[in-house]
């Protein structure tokens, strides 16, 4: 059975979905956009109050590490927030009035089945080519931005493959074809990954700094500490490449360059003593905190439309 408290199944998590969609059907619709490379399908929720008009919208994804267990977890937490404090929390009520919010739970389904049956540290998608029998390619780093210039691997064993081609692999193939489609009203880019207590935004590909490197680093700033005013977890902020190390690759860069300016990569709980393998006892925490933060970023891009 599906519990926001435990590690759920993606074929627990999709059923979750539908039943999502089909019981607050004012508010969220169910959208597939894409197939995995083992024909699973790829699914995401759309949340916001119904209008005539086209709204702004956010778009927030989990899983694209397949042993990142806690982030799929944080964005079933962000739909039942939101589903539940919809016209009782003042923000929240404003915030899916004005805005729509695009949550992807899981984009590496495959992978993420993978980690249940086989191996619990999986990390990449599951596609196979000719000429190796290693699998998968790391889809962190399959996106256009700098492609498999720097922090990443051409070896298709390593677990930073980036892939052989940007965009090779399916599932990041049908997220950058979503973002795209809806680049004119997607204002900002949230996606969730584990772990190191992070949160990070442009470059990552390069030294470089970001066009808007003080406004995003001042949000940041704010929703860190807003993420730690409920159980004191600290987080560091900073741009990819010298606050984590240089990758290229990454959907945070891709989605920045495409003109989505509030693109943010969170690293979640903790700092390494369970590290991917976090308890179910913390995801409770663990998502109650990172609301805030996600909340307090909202806010700003709400201010700024
Ligand atoms: O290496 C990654 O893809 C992320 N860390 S993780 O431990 N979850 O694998 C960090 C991504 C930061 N952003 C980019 N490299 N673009
Ligand atoms: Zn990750």
């Given at each position: 059975a599906h519990s926001y408290e435990k590690y759920n199944s993606l074929e627990t998590i999709q059923a979750w979905m539908s039943t999502m969609a089909s019981t607050n059907a004012a508010l969220v619709s169910k959208q597939v956009i894409g197939t995995s490379f083992e024909g699973r399908s790829i699914e995401?929720?759309?949340?916001?109050?119904?209008?005539?008009t086209t709204k702004p919208a956010i778009?927030?994804?989990?899983?694209?590490?397949?042993?990142?267990?806690?982030?799929p977890a944080f964005c079933q937490w962000f739909i039942k927030e939101a589903v539940s404090t919809y016209g009782?929390?003042?923000q929240m009520t404003s915030l899916l009035d004005q805005m729509d919010v695009y949550v992807l739970p899981v984009i590496n389904v495959d992978g993420y089945v993978h980690t249940f049956t086989t191996d619990r540290l999986w990390r990449k998608t599951r596609s196979r080519r000719a000429g190796t029998s290693c699998i998968g390619?790391?889809?962190?780093?399959?996106?256009?931005?700098?492609?498999?210039?720097?922090?990443?691997?051409s070896n298709p064993c390593s677990d930073t493959y980036c892939g052989s081609s940007p965009e090779s692999e399916v599932e990041v193939k049908a997220v950058a074809d979503f973002i795209r489609k809806n680049k004119a009203t997607i204002k900002?880019?949230?996606?969730?990954?584990?772990?190191?207590?992070?949160?990070?935004?442009?470059?990552?590909?390069?030294?470089n700094l970001c066009k808007d490197h003080s406004e995003l680093l001042s949000v940041a700033e704010g929703a860190a500490s807003a993420l730690r005013s409920l159980y004191n977890t600290r987080y560091t902020s900073g741009p990819g490449a010298a606050t984590i190390?240089?990758?290229?690759?990454?959907?945070?860069?891709?989605?920045?360059?495409?003109?989505?300016?509030?693109?943010?990569?969170?690293?979640?709980?903790d700092t390494g003593r369970y590290g991917f393998l976090l308890p179910e006892s913390q995801i409770k925490p663990t998502c109650q905190e990172t609301m805030l933060a996600v909340k307090y970023i909202a806010a700003h891009v709400q201010k700024n439309l």
């Open positions: 995401l929720l759309k949340i916001g109050k119904k209008t005539s778009f927030l994804d989990c899983g694209i590490h397949a042993r990142e267990w806690v982030s009782a929390d003042s390619a790391d889809p962190n780093r399959n996106f256009d931005a700098g492609w498999c210039t720097l922090g990443a691997s900002a880019y949230l996606t969730i990954h584990s772990y190191s207590q992070l949160l990070l935004f442009p470059y990552s590909y390069t030294y190390y240089p990758a290229a690759g990454g959907s945070d860069d891709w989605a920045y360059d495409l003109g989505v300016k509030y693109s943010y990569t969170f690293e979640l709980r």
